[in-house]
Nanobody, 121 residues
Framework: QVMLAESGGGLVQAGGSLRLSCAAS????????MGWYRQAPGKERELVAS???????NDADSVKGRFTVARDNAKNAVYLQMNSLKPEDTAVYYC???????????????WGQGTQVTVSS
């Protein structure tokens, strides 16, 4: 089983910065991609940014130029540097990974427990 643990959320004023971290642990054979989703109250969960092990990146248009996703493949960790934060970035941010616990295991999606990011105006 793969477990994801997030840290780094909090309260920040508009224009400020936060850095989220997420580390995968447990039985991990291979990780295909890691990244971040977010869910604001009353809205569906949406992709923020993700990065595959080969370096392919997928960013939401709303965060391009402000957020940067990075991975440490050796540590099975992913980070999200968030700059120029806006009140509309307020949401619960979830770490996400596509991984498999063994060489013959199917690829599965794993989620962290979520960390709250609140941006005040």
């Amino acid at each position: 089983q793969v477990m994801l643990a997030e840290s780094g959320g909090g309260l920040v004023q508009a224009g400020g910065s936060l850095r989220l971290s997420c580390a995968a642990s447990g039985r991990i054979f291979s990780v295909h991609s890691m990244g971040w989703y977010r869910q604001a109250p009353g809205k569906e969960r949406e992709l923020v940014a993700s990065l595959t092990s080969s370096g392919n990146r997928n960013d939401a248009d709303s965060v391009k130029g402000r957020f940067t996703v990075a991975r440490d493949n050796a540590k099975n960790a992913v980070y999200l540097q968030m700059n120029s934060l806006k009140p509309e970035d307020t949401a619960v941010y979830y770490c996400h990974a596509v991984a498999r616990p063994g060489p013959t295991s199917p690829w599965s999606i794993y989620w962290g427990q979520g960390t709250q990011v609140t941006v005040s105006s």
